[in-house]
């Protein structure tokens, strides 16, 4: 059974149903869940052959709305998904420089059913690597950039580099906004979504990669979707481009491999259809 979906069991059975209620709105758990993934996955560092090193402090922002309603739940849902973060840190292999800890935090210019994530590698104050499957236990750290390097190297590892590495892991790299209501694109003149089940997501880079794999910008949980499926170009005009994948794309009632979109073009993936959204202003 995969991490994501052992999360989302053993999130059921809390507080007899309590966070069943609290996330019926647009901001699911198991989507932060896949968030935290893929911060692991985008900042993880090599220091050598046998360790990888991935972030352990994260901070979830959310809007006002969703903040008030999930704060007093805060610190059970940060530890499970802390847990999750360290049972698919040891499916990966990964290691931390010190304890695991997510945070809720309020963010005012984010609209309901949005949320960022921004995360950390903190190390332990005894400057000790925590191996991934270690327990998440409170310790004093040294505060280190959101997105940035470790600031001290696991015992025996080799000199951290002083700029970021090629390709690969991305320490440094700026967290990406999930879901509606993100800023305008570049100019401010035109915004770009998509709506996956009634569910909005915002096309916030000049390219959106969709598909069944947690590396996807957005996950689709569809056997008949591949894991890197396809994927979305914004400009003028915006295009869609399969990549490769098992079942092929269909835009606006035609098979493609590649095809041009307008404001309401249908897309359907698997057994998906995804609505692609543009809008000036």
């Known amino acids: 059974m995969g991490v994501l979906k052992k999360f989302e069991q053993r999130l059921e059975g809390l507080v007899n149903g309590t966070f069943a209620k609290v996330f019926k709105s ?74 695991i800890k997510v945070n809720l935090e309020k963010a005012d210019d984010l609209d309901t059913g949005l949320y960022r994530v921004r995360s950390r590698t903190l190390a332990s104050s005894t400057n000790q690597q925590a191996p991934a499957g270690a327990p998440a236990s409170p310790a004093a750290g040294r505060p280190g950039g959101y997105g940035y390097p470790p600031t001290a190297a696991p015992a025996g590892a080799p000199p951290m580099p002083a700029t970021p590495p090629p390709g690969g892991g991305r320490p440094g790299s700026a967290p990406y906004l999930q879901r509606a209501g993100a800023a305008p694109a570049a100019g401010g003149r035109t915004r770009y979504w998509i709506e996956i089940n009634g569910t909005r997501h915002q096309i916030s880079r000049p390219t959106l990669v969709l598909g069944r794999s947690t590396e996807a910008d957005v996950r689709i949980d569809d056997p008949g979707v591949s894991r890197r499926h396809c994927e979305i170009r914004t400009g003028t005009p915006s295009t869609i481009q399969d990549l490769g994948s ?36």
């Open 26 to 99: 647009e901001v699911q758990p198991v989507e932060i869940a896949g968030a935290l993934q893929r911060e692991c996955d985008n900042n993880a560092t090599i220091w050598n052959r046998d360790r990888t090193v991935v972030p352990n402090d994260f901070i979830v922002e959310l809007s006002t709305p969703d903040y008030e309603r999930l704060s007093p739940y805060s610190g059970q849902l940060g530890d499970e998904l802390a847990g999750m973060v360290r049972d698919y840190a040891k499916q990966q292999r990964y290691t931390f420089m010190g304890p």
């Open 246 to 281: 098992t079942n092929g794309i269909v835009v606006d009632g035609q098979h493609t491999t590649r095809a041009t979109l307008r404001d309401g073009s249908r897309i359907v993936v698997g057994s998906t259809t995804i609505i692609y959204r543009q809008a000036e202003g």
